[in-house]
């Protein structure tokens, strides 16, 4: 079990207010993750925000390519590795005003695996960095790497597509990331091993949810549930349901936001939506982001409809 990250400290009142740190996650690859999180930095740095996107994808990073980049000179596993001294060393400019990149590690065969000191390091000086918004694409999937950054973040959005692959995948990240953020919570004791048996699901030891946990903490560690109850309410993902087909889709992202009250605990939200599009695919190929290739069409609207939102704090409420 790998050692979780600390929270950052909340800033005092009357401090100069920090840069907000968003990570883009997805329970598995192919749902256009990367493609929209370029698109939202770049609509972000439209709207007048400092912004730097942050290739995380450890292994296998591209979104240089989505924003029409040739490869970096530079990237993350310089950094890393310490062949520079600052992350300020291998920012890249993408062209658009305000927007900056730091293209992904994949420069190097363990990138993946970074160990806790590494990460630690880079997420200080991620905090560090003089701009409005730090944007991170996360690499697919529940690794401990990637979801440490996506509970470190101010805020955390989740991917997914409206097929039962990507949907079940997505809830998964969504649980396996609150189970990690109940044990960063927890002292060592008895509260840390059933948290463990959560996370591993190991035969016969395996909770249902989170309810079920809380009850066994109670019976053999009391004030070890507080704890929980305060990470659970602080833990408000919000979801982002790409690639729509149907109307019928939309209602996908209420769905999973239902299903993390019910059955997780949760206060999770529906950020918004972006439809399926042929301008996306078409700029793809041109290794164009289609937010500048074809800025009025139906996916660069609700992109930049999507950041105001995000700005603002706003959700999709149930139609019903």
Not at 59 to 65: K, P, Q, S
Not at 96 to 110: E, I, K, M, Y
Not at 227 to 243: E, G, H, T, V, Y
Request: glycine share 8%.
């Amino acid at each position: 079990m790998s050692a979780p990250l600390a929270m950052p400290p909340p800033p005092a009142a009357d401090a100069r207010p920090q840069r907000q740190i968003w990570s883009v996650g997805g329970g598995k690859g192919g749902i256009g993750k990367s493609l929209l999180t370029a698109s939202l930095g770049w609509q972000l740095a439209q709207l007048g925000k400092r912004v730097v996107l942050v290739d995380a994808d450890l292994g296998g990073a591209n979104l240089h390519t989505c924003l029409g980049l040739q490869n970096p000179k530079r990237t993350l596993g310089d950094f890393i590795q310490r062949r520079v001294a600052q992350i300020e060393d291998v920012l890249v400019e993408t062209g658009q005003p305000g927007l900056r990149l730091v293209s992904g590690a994949s420069d190097f065969l363990s990138a993946a695996n970074i160990n806790y000191a590494q990460k630690v390091r880079v997420l200080n000086r991620l905090r560090a960095l003089d701009v409005d918004v730090v944007l991170i694409d996360l690499g697919a999937g529940t690794s401990y790497n990637i979801i440490d950054f996506f509970l470190i973040s101010n805020l955390g959005l989740l991917t997914v597509v409206p097929e039962p692959t990507s949907v079940e995948n997505g809830y998964r990240f969504i649980k396996s990331a609150l189970y990690r953020k109940l044990r960063i919570a927890t002292r060592e004791g008895p509260a840390r091993q059933l948290i463990d048996d959560a996370l591993s699901q190991r035969e016969g030891k395996g909770f249902k949810n989170p309810v079920e946990l809380l009850n066994a903490v109670r019976e053999i560690d009391p004030p070890a549930v507080d704890l929980m109850k305060k990470a659970m309410a602080s833990f408000q993902p919000r979801f982002i349901l790409n690639q729509v087909r149907a109307e019928s889709d939309v209602a996908v992202g209420h769905h999973l936001v239902t299903a993390c009250v019910r059955h997780l605990g949760i206060r999770a939200s529906y950020a918004g939506f972006v439809h399926y599009d042929d301008a996306v695919w078409q700029a793809v190929r041109h290794r164009r982001l289609f937010v500048v290739e074809a800025p009025r069409s139906r996916a660069s609207e609700e992109v930049r409809r999507l950041a105001c939102g995000l700005l603002r704090g706003e959700s999709l409420q149930l139609p019903w």
